[in-house]
């Protein structure tokens, strides 16, 4: 889950963050805040210092979004072009509190999303909409593979923060309506196309269970749409599970500088490293719970 900058903000408990951020989350001004914070959340990760947003988000948030109020010149396809973009910070979450990172690299939860989407340059820029060129500025468009928004910038060294090309909220509605195409003129439902992945990839796994034979027909339809095919590409290479895709919210629409419109992945850190890390801090977490109600009785 990576929360709105407006529910981000609304979390906070303002007393307790570093000095330097609460100067600017306090600060008279009609000006966006955005990139004020995430400019000074990047330059405290990078200097060690902790921020004072540790431990106060919401249940289940490893990271935060920051939309920036200015676009970003890129070099796109041999020509200049502006796209609007995001920063995503890693947050502490509650959590945390069971999370061991010495097994995992000594990264927090939100860390490690960061680094499952960004860290692996080969494999995570083959499926961005704009993939950066090898002098590391340049971009070109992606229409055979791009799933996810192009990356801009990242924390390679601590995973705190990535900065990633903006996508707009995207509805039910218009899921289906982006997703009109000659092979499927009514395009599909966002419903179909996580179930068509999650079918795909539990069959790889050995253990899908089929359903009746109109549904598997529905659904062996759906998994020839070119969307679910690029999805499923990058699925069946990494062979990470496609659970993110069941919140509506965690996809997107990129709108590239020429026009047409992606349906891209939000949040993709569900690798199974970070699966695992999940899964062994709510079995810590419940066993702690389950530890104070013994003392206490």
Excluded: C
């Amino acid at each position: 889950m990576t929360l709105s900058f407006k529910d981000f903000l609304s979390t906070l408990v303002v007393e307790e963050l570093h000095p330097e951020l609460k100067a600017i989350v306090k600060a008279k001004t009609n000006k966006p805040k955005q990139a004020l914070l995430t400019s000074k959340i990047k330059e405290l990760s990078e200097r060690g210092e902790k921020t004072g947003i540790e431990g106060n988000m919401p249940k289940g948030s490893s990271r935060a979004y920051m939309r920036s109020d200015t676009s970003h010149t890129i070099d796109l396809d041999g020509s200049p072009a502006n796209i609007p973009i995001g920063t995503k910070v890693a947050i502490r979450a509650k959590l945390d509190e069971h999370h061991n990172k010495n097994e995992h690299r000594g990264l927090s939860l939100g860390a490690l999303q960061n680094h499952a989407e960004n860290a692996n340059d080969e494999i995570n820029n083959k499926y961005r909409v704009l993939k950066k060129g090898i002098d590391n500025k340049s971009f070109t468009t992606n229409k055979k593979h791009g799933i996810f928004p192009p990356l801009i910038g990242h924390d390679n060294k601590h995973h705190e923060w990535s900065q990633v090309g903006h996508a707009k909220d995207v509805t039910k509605k218009d899921f289906q309506e982006y997703t009109k195409t000659p092979s499927h003129p009514e395009g599909i439902s966002h419903d179909e196309f996580r179930q068509s992945l999650e079918r795909s990839h539990e069959q790889r796994q050995g253990r899908y269970h089929p359903g009746n034979e109109e549904w598997e027909k529905n659904l062996d339809k759906v998994s020839k749409h070119p969307l679910v095919k690029k999805f499923d590409h990058y699925h069946e290479h990494t062979g990470n599970p496609p659970y993110d895709y069941k919140n509506i919210e965690n996809m997107g629409v990129f709108q590239h500088p020429d026009g047409p419109k992606y349906i891209v992945a939000r949040d993709h850190g569900f690798s199974h490293d970070v699966a695992g890390a999940y899964r062994k801090a709510g079995i810590r977490a419940v066993g702690d719970s389950l530890g104070l109600l013994t003392k206490d009785k």
